[in-house]
């Protein structure tokens, strides 16, 4: 079977993998050169684009087109192209984005700069963010009040702020040899998150979540320039995230004395645990003596995840204790012109990925076809995708030289990008001893444009985005009240819950206004 509709995936016996892998690599999605796992069309909010960019107005072109702002943060070893009129730049770059239907939302401000003295290059920013919480809109139970087995009832809890705080700090160093036309740099940045995008929609039923954890992020890049303006690059990552969910259930209990049902709370703690090391390499050159130019890419992640959460998405079986790994790989070819004021360019990806995960069961099994001893396989998945990512975008500058004041031109951009996502799962039930396949994929769409302001001593920059093809779950209202099964109490390591699930179709709007002060 095959679905193409991504709002309204059909039940299935999936296990938690189906649903773990999108948070696993929901962060990497912050910095380029790392590759993003989606297994469902859940729409993850752009919460880690807030460097500055100059060209994520057209599409967000990489390949062929250099972005003088974004360059150094993805290769530290790009930041030897500060502009030889100036040392560097300062910046601020304040972004907002919102998912429609008031589905969550959030603001960073980002500070920092990046300057060159020398052979010597190097820089700093700092970053604070405040994540709105998307429960409240999201179509889930509201919170009732706690019962005690007595049948005494205590106050629910004070509300809670209903934003959380992430920080983040960024600082890169390099060298330049000029002899050998060849740069070298390493960076870092260091996480302290308190709050996921979305993550609090994917435990379904449940009356609160505690996210809390960081990541860490470092890279090596080398840069090489030939004359004829010929380059290639190449960057080693590590990436280490690490989340904690303390999720607060309610469970009913059948109190004798009241005879009634009463309620109490239950805290599960899930782990989110993913480690990526990857490879990027990339080549450019012109094309013959036009104003073309033509660049390819090649980028390897290998992921580990020895933490994958109990996410209770209705139509997703929950498996405990899911590891597994990945192995994630970009090959794209880009082409761009550049004649006079305007600038054109078209990136082509071609994505594999292949994903395997697993349940194992933390005390020995009795199945219908024997005893499975502790910390043996109970289900397997092997994910296998085929994904593609198109970019194209346009920009053309206005000069105002000619006007002898302080303003110097406008530049104005506009771009498209496209991801195709479809895999094939393959899973294996040892309990069971059956095997099932299923086939998904969607589409999500980004639609950006931008506006540039160059003064003599200042560039202003805004660009926005919107990106469609993505939803956000909830629980249908049929009626029925959501049970969720708790597996640790049950025979079975294999509990689905009863609501219904489904993806409401929501945009996400990014805004971002940059500021660059140039250092001279």
């Not at 090596?220 to 904690?244: I, P």
């Not at 998904?440 to 919107?466: A, K, Q, S």
């Not at 489904?502 to 709007?509: D, F, I, M, S």
């Amino acid at each position: 079977m095959t679905t193409r509709v991504p709002f309204s995936l059909r039940p299935c016996r999936t296990s938690l993998a189906l649903a773990a892998l999108l948070a696993a690599a929901s962060p990497p999605q912050a910095r380029g050169q790392l590759i993003q796992i989606k297994t469902l069309p859940v729409a993850d909010g752009q919460q880690w684009q807030f460097f500055p960019s100059a060209n994520r107005g057209m599409g967000g072109l990489s390949i062929a087109l250099r972005d003088s702002l974004l360059d150094p943060f993805e290769n530290p070893a790009k930041g030897s192209r500060l502009s030889e009129k100036s040392h560097g730049f300062f910046f601020g770059s304040p972004s907002f984005y919102a998912v429609s239907k008031n589905a969550g939302g959030g603001r960073t401000l980002p500070l920092g700069g990046i300057a060159r003295f020398g052979s010597t290059f190097g820089g700093v920013a700092f970053a604070v963010q405040q994540i709105d919480d998307a429960r409240q809109n999201a179509g889930v139970l509201p919170p009732t009040i706690d019962l005690i087995p007595n049948g005494a009832s205590v106050a629910p809890p004070a509300p809670t702020n209903t934003t959380r705080r992430n920080q983040f700090a960024f600082a890169t160093l390099g060298r330049v040899f000029e002899r050998a036309g060849i740069s070298v740099g390493a960076n870092a940045m260091w996480s302290g998150l308190n709050h996921i995008d979305g993550v609090d929609l994917l435990y379904a039923g449940s009356r609160g979540i505690d996210q809390h954890g960081g990541a860490v992020n470092a890279r090596l890049g080398m840069l090489k320039e030939w004359s004829g303006e010929r380059a290639f690059e190449a960057t080693v990552l590590h990436d280490r995230f690490r989340m904690t969910h303390d999720v607060t259930w309610a469970d009913n209990f059948w109190d004798p004395s009241a005879r009634t049902f009463v309620q109490r709370a239950r805290v599960e703690v899930n782990r989110d645990h993913t480690n990526i090391w990857g490879l990027h390499l990339g080549y450019t050159q012109p094309i013959a003596n036009s104003d073309w130019r033509v660049g390819t890419i090649l980028t390897t992640n290998l992921s580990s995840h020895p933490h994958l959460p109990e996410y209770q998405i209705a139509q997703v079986m929950t498996i405990p204790w899911d590891p597994g790994r990945s192995a994630a790989y970009d090959i794209g070819v880009g082409i761009a012109k550049t004649r006079g004021p305007t600038r054109f360019g078209v990136d082509a990806i071609f994505e594999p990925i292949r994903s395997h995960t697993w349940g194992e069961t933390p005390d020995s099994l009795m199945t219908a076809f024997g005893t499975r001893p502790a910390g043996s396989k109970t289900t397997e998945n092997w994910f296998r995708f085929t994904n593609a990512i198109l970019r194209t975008g346009i920009a053309h500058d206005v000069s105002m030289d000619s006007l002898r004041v302080s303003l110097r031109g406008l530049r104005f951009e506009g771009g498209l990008a496209l991801r195709s996502i479809g895999y094939k799962l393959s899973q294996r039930d040892h309990v069971a001893q059956t095997d099932r396949k299923q086939n998904e994929g969607w589409m999500e769409w980004t639609r950006t444009w931008g506006l540039g302001i160059r003064f003599t001593d200042l560039e202003v920059r805004y660009t926005g985005r919107t990106t469609t093809g993505t939803g956000r779950p909830g629980i249908l209202d049929d009626g029925t009240s959501f049970l969720r099964g708790d597996a640790a109490a049950s025979s079975s390591i294999l509990s689905a819950p009863n609501g219904a699930i489904r993806l409401t179709g929501v945009a996400v709007t990014t805004h971002q206004l940059s500021v660059s002060l140039p250092i001279r």
